[in-house]
């Protein structure tokens, strides 16, 4: 008998994987994001950036975004097992309905002297990133964009004094004028 | 209405107006206040039970045997972690259960404090849903929100943390209300087009098979009465997996048996060989596909469920549809007979043909000896000596329980009781307790292996103290036969283990819990010790012993298709060391 396997584990992963960004709609209510991140770390899914907020204050709804990766019929599931959560509203897979606007927030810690420092500020320049904090010594600076973008200016700052980065992981909403 | 009253007269005022007549329940410090609001009172029935997780367990088997929501109390700490397996044994067979725990006063959460354990933190994976009340005017609508969410939808546990210091305070209760919950409304009607696309394809099916589950005893009797109308009223063959066996009945034609691991071989092979599956209120698991990617190659699926996640979980299907059994299934019969369908008759009695050679098999055979009695035997007896009797039956989890599932037929749905989804040996005997409880006139037997039923022994002494006549009719082989099974299947009959030396005298253990002991060794004595078993209005323990090395078939090794099952009448060794390949092995 060839070609044994199966039941879950052995499972043969013909699938490839994809990534999909999805904004999950809560209660802000305790332990809300523990449910959700159980969820993820209950059934092995992968997080690969979350944020999360209250933004209807009135109904104390947060919205949480979160990034993540797998095969499509691992996606599918991720989306109703969310769903399945009592305080969760709604959930959207941001990545099917197309072509959402993603951004991230990042403060960058840059030290250092003299050319480098010159080299430093022409760049944050370019990549229209904020000076909000320095010193004769160092600079912090604000940068908002696409993650690739961040990425990118992080690994120029690299050579030229890198200290520590701050990042605020991907917040996400869909083109048009609808509601998730 | 709204009155002003303690935390604690809240529960019982909350219990009251949700209907619960009993619950299962054990005293300890975080939950004193409750404890002393029940004694004030004679409505509501409490059981003491022996262990929380028996608690858990009997609150299963009045919820499954009922269809009511079972209700558990418990105190902080000890109380809530013992309570642990009977919650994932819920979650994992859905059944509602709200299970109210006592925890620390607010002040004291995070110290450390006596008895506190983060309740909604270890069950927050084991529960359908959990709350921590830590404001006494939330308390009445948390604790009619957590049987809302236990029994709506797939049903599930529900956890209600209550710290002491919301039992003494004062606050307003609120009544029942109907308004809608904010986030969470299961949809119980299907899509009308996925509805009727399902009975287009269904007209045109060649090799069709229903397969149905535990979601159709969930959905309550209308369901199962509702699945008997279709099937019937198609023709279709109809199979079962271990949790929805009842729903239809076993002495029906269109009958095939429990299919899966320890299915039948006719069940097995027509799902194998079907070009049309019907599956409703199942959920593909392990034991039903085995060899995932052989499972089923040739048909087209469709699937009722009510859990959307449920869905395309293990298998792709072709047409799924969301929806309450019951509902769907009348969407379905309304559709079948507006469609009024030309069903290919040809083709289907082909394949019935095909299906009464697979029967004809007769795969749940077995040596019948003189002088031993045969495990399938005294199943066989127990059931022929039942008829007449209003009989339920819980299990514990092992051969035995696979062999009850064979042997023993049932025709109505809420008569079987087992742990499915997460196999918990000690779940019988507490289950057939809360049975009993529900059910104080009927014929309630726990039929369990003799390792399974010391797990939770300890509650023949709640049998003993409320009068319930519960028979533990042990299948004593003194192994734990499906690990010994399994160690002949992987590794070479190496019993590591598996043997139980020194078991106790279940007769005089019987005694000791002021029941009955009755044991039976002999094929010749069988009948007589079950009806003197029957006969007994007591608790019984019933030490059958049977042949020491028999093994449950049919049997799909693991990792391997639903067309490569092992069969009992003409299993060699050789055939069992080399049944499971490599890859096989390490699935459970
Ligand atoms: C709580 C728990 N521990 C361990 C197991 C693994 N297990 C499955 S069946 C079994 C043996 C059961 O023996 P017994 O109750 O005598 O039943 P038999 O198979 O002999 O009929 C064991 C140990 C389990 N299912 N549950
Ligand atoms: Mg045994």
Not at chain 1, 38 to 50: D, P, Q, T
Not at chain 2, 26 to 38: H, M, Q, R, S, W
Not at chain 2, 255 to 270: K, V
Request: a negative charge; proline letters at 5%.
């Amino acid at each position: 008998m060839a070609q044994p396997g199966s039941a879950y584990p052995l499972e043969k992963k013909e699938q490839r994987p994809e990534t999909h960004t999805m904004t999950v709609l809560v209660d802000n209510e305790p332990g809300v994001l523990a449910r959700v991140i159980g969820l993820f770390a209950g059934r092995g899914y992968n997080i690969e950036s979350l944020t999360v907020s209250e933004t209807e204050h009135e109904a104390h709804l947060s919205r949480i975004t979160v990034v993540t990766s797998g095969p499509p019929m691992v996606i599918e599931q991720i989306q109703h097992q969310l769903e399945r959560l009592i305080p969760v509203h709604a959930v959207t897979d941001l990545t099917v309905k197309g072509n959402p606007l993603e951004r991230e927030l990042a403060m960058i810690k840059v030290a250092g002297k003299g050319e480098k420092r010159v080299e430093a500020l022409r760049l944050a320049e370019a990549f229209r990133a904020d000076v909000i904090d320095s010193s004769t010594g160092h600079f912090i600076f604000q940068v908002t964009g696409e993650q690739s973008k961040i990425e990118e200016f992080i690994a120029l700052m690299q050579p030229l004094g890198l200290v520590e980065v701050a990042r605020t992981g991907l917040a996400a909403i869909s083109r048009g004028p609808e509601r998730m | 209405m709204s009155r002003e009253m303690t935390g604690a007269q809240m529960v019982l005022q909350a219990l009251a107006d949700q209907g619960v007549d009993h619950i299962f329940g054990y005293p300890g410090g975080a939950v004193l206040p409750i404890y002393d609001e029940l004694a004030q009172q004679d409505r509501l029935k409490h059981i003491l039970v022996r262990h929380e997780q028996g608690a858990v367990h009997a609150a299963e088997g009045y919820a499954r045997s009922t269809g009511k929501v079972g209700v558990v109390l418990v105190t902080s700490g000890p109380g809530a972690t013992n309570a642990v397996t009977g919650l994932t044994d819920a979650l994992m067979d859905s059944i509602p259960i709200v299970c109210i725990t006592g925890q620390v006063p607010t002040h004291l959460i995070g110290n450390d404090a006596f008895q506190e354990c983060d309740t909604v933190g270890i069950t927050r994976p084991c529960t359908k849903h959990n709350y921590l009340v830590k404001d006494v005017n939330a308390l009445s609508r948390v604790l009619h929100e957590a049987f809302y969410v236990a029994r709506t939808g797939r049903p599930g546990p529900v956890v209600v943390d209550i710290p002491k210091d919301i039992q003494f305070a004062r606050g307003e209760y609120t009544g029942l209300t109907n308004s809608q919950h904010k986030s969470y409304n299961p949809r119980v009607k299907g899509d009308e087009r996925a509805v009727a696309q399902a009975i287009e394809l269904m007209a045109k099916a060649k090799r069709p098979l229903f397969y149905t589950g535990g979601g159709i005893i969930n959905s309550g009797p209308l369901a199962s009465a509702r699945l008997r109308e279709l099937v019937r009223m198609t023709g279709f063959p109809i199979t079962s997996t271990l949790m929805g066996l009842g729903a239809f009945p076993a002495s029906d034609p269109q009958w095939l048996g429990m299919l899966g691991m320890h299915g039948t071989y006719e069940a097995n092979n027509a799902m194998h060989d079907c070009d049309l599956m019907i599956c409703i209120g199942a959920r593909f698991d392990d034991r039903i596909t085995g060899r995932i990617d052989a499972f089923s190659p040739g048909s087209t699926k469709i699937h009722v469920d009510i859990d959307r996640s449920s869905i395309n979980k293990n298998v792709k299907v072709d047409l799924p549809i969301v929806g309450d059994c019951a509902h769907v299934l009348e969407q379905m019969i309304d559709a079948w007979k507006a469609k009024k369908p030309k069903l290919d008759r040809a083709a289907l009695k082909v394949w019935w043909a095909e299906i009464d050679r697979w029967r004809a098999r007769n795969c749940l055979s077995y040596r019948k000896r003189d002088d031993v009695i045969m495990p399938q035997y005294a199943i066989e007896r127990l059931y022929a000596l039942t008829r007449g009797h209003d009989v339920y039956i819980t299990t514990e989890v092992g051969q035995h329980q696979m062999w009850a599932a064979q042997f023993f037929k049932f025709e109505e749905p809420n008569r079987w009781m087992t742990s499915g989804g997460l196999g918990t040996m000690g779940y019988g005997l507490p289950s057939a307790v809360g049975v009993q409880v529900a059910h104080p006139d009927s014929l309630v037997i726990d039929i369990a292996g003799e390792a399974s039923v010391l797990m939770t022994m300890q509650e023949m002494s709640t049998a003993a103290q409320y009068d319930l006549p519960i028979k533990i009719f042990i299948i004593n082989n003194e192994y734990m036969g499906m690990v010994r099974q399994w160690q002949e299947l992987l590794h070479g009959g190496r019993y590591s283990h598996s043997y139980t030396a020194a078991l106790p005298d279940f007769v005089k253990l019987a005694e000791a819990y002021q029941g009955v002991g009755i044991r039976a060794e002999k094929p010749s004595e069988l009948d007589d010790a079950i009806r003197e078993m029957i006969r007994v209005k007591k608790p019984v323990i019933f030490d059958c012993r049977v042949d020491k090395h028999a093994n449950c078939f049919p049997m799909i090794p693991s990792g391997e298709a639903h067309n490569h099952m092992l069969m009992g009448d003409d299993v060699t060794g050789e055939d069992i060391e080399k049944a499971i390949t490599e890859e096989g092995k390490v699935m459970v």
